[in-house]
């Protein structure tokens, strides 16, 4: 079956450490997100990638960063300038990038709880 | 950025009854998305309904669209227990790149 998939499931972080959080699709969708959820908020966008080699910010980028080397993958590394990166992160894919004729939403992976101990 | 505002934060019916929730946004739109989060989940798609529709129909789901007065609302008829989670609206701005900003959704609970 085709979906998203995001790995690990849980992830701790110590202090000052740098971690990478996976997302891979084999929807063959063009673009991919990756949002931050923290507890009874809503999603905020921190990166997105149009097409393969190319990503954008989102509205709160600082302190991550991503790679976009391959169409299915769009990894997430929290390096240690985010001082705060306890929360809830999803990675998404859609079909067509700024299509306003589709008919199609974004697929989500299930998540990746990142805690810093 | 383009961001639906739902309405109310928070949600809570007997099974059985109609569950409506609603959403405001600020600039023009090609097309505006319901999606639901179940706790600790991903988000799921649940409809899409273009500028140009007034209603969309999805199974036990009712989308409405009013452009004049920024604003859809989504109905869940005859509510079931499954259907607690949270729910979210997402505006695609037109010219927008593609880019959906989420609010803070509506929180419902269903109680058997």
């Known amino acids: 079956d085709g979906g998203i998939t995001q790995s690990p499931k849980y992830l701790f972080r110590k202090e000052g450490q740098n971690v990478t959080l996976s997302c891979e699709q084999n929807l063959n969708h063009d673009a991919m997100y990756w949002y931050r959820q923290d507890p009874g908020q809503g999603l905020r966008l921190i990166y997105y990638?149009?097409?393969?080699?190319?990503?954008q910010k989102g509205d709160i980028a600082e302190g991550y960063s991503v790679s976009r080397e391959k169409k299915e993958s769009f990894p997430l590394t929290v390096t240690s300038a985010q001082k705060n990166p306890t929360a809830f992160y999803l990675c998404?894919?859609?079909?067509?990038?700024?299509?306003?004729?589709?008919?199609?939403?974004?697929?989500f992976g299930s998540g990746t709880r990142l805690t810093v101990v | 950025s383009q961001q639906g505002e739902e309405d109310p934060q928070a949600l809570s019916i007997q099974e059985g009854e109609n569950a409506t929730m609603n959403c405001s946004y600020k600039t023009s739109i090609n097309n505006l998305q319901w999606y639901r989060q179940n706790s600790g989940r991903g988000l799921v798609h649940l409809i899409l309904?273009?500028?140009?529709?007034r209603e969309k129909h999805s199974g036990r789901l009712r989308v409405t669209l009013d452009t004049s007065k920024k604003s859809s609302s989504l109905l869940i008829t005859a509510s079931r227990a499954a259907d607690t989670a949270s729910y979210f609206c997402a505006p695609l701005g037109s010219g927008n790149t593609g880019k959906l900003i989420f609010g803070q959704g509506t929180t419902l609970q269903v109680k058997p």
């Open positions: 998404a894919s859609s079909i067509v990038w700024g299509s306003p004729t589709t008919n199609y939403g974004y697929t």
């Open positions: 990638s149009q097409i393969v080699n190319d990503f």
């Open positions: 309904i273009r500028s140009n529709e």
